[in-house]
Nanobody
Framework: QVQLVESGGGLVQAGGSLRLSCAAS????????MAWFRQAPGKEREVVAA????????YYTDSVKGRFTVSRDNAKNTVYLQMNSLKPEDTAVYYC?????????????????WGQGTQVTVSS
């Protein structure tokens, strides 16, 4: 069982930055592929970024490439999402998710554990 707790959300002006953190419980964190998803009001949940267990492989959805960076610290059981050059369309609840296995997946149904979410609001 893995428990995930996100933090770092908030209100920021367009062009600003935020860093989200996701702290995981459990001693097997380093064996999980991790991802960040987001869901805006009235929209479907979408994957934002994902990172393999070793950190060697990453994935980004096209709309955040060059602006967001996903990373992890297995010694601290934590995954991060650095978000720069934020836009109003980045406004959403951001969720951290974990899946067993080494392959990155972009479908939320492939993830086994979820955090409670953290709100990110970008004002214009």
């Amino acid at each position: 069982q893995v428990q995930l707790v996100e933090s770092g959300g908030g209100l920021v002006q367009a062009g600003g930055s935020l860093r989200l953190s996701c702290a995981a419980s459990g001693r097997t964190f380093s064996t999980y592929t991790m991802a960040w998803f987001r869901q805006a009001p009235g929209k479907e949940r979408e994957v934002v970024a994902a990172i393999s267990w070793s950190g060697g492989n990453t994935y980004y959805t096209d709309s955040v490439k060059g602006r967001f960076t996903v990373s992890r610290d297995n010694a601290k059981n934590t995954v991060y999402l650095q978000m720069n050059s934020l836009k109003p369309e980045d406004t959403a609840v951001y969720y951290c998710a974990a899946r067993r296995g080494s392959n990155i997946r972009s479908n939320g149904a492939d993830y086994d554990y979820w955090g409670q979410g953290t709100q990110v609001t970008v004002s214009s």
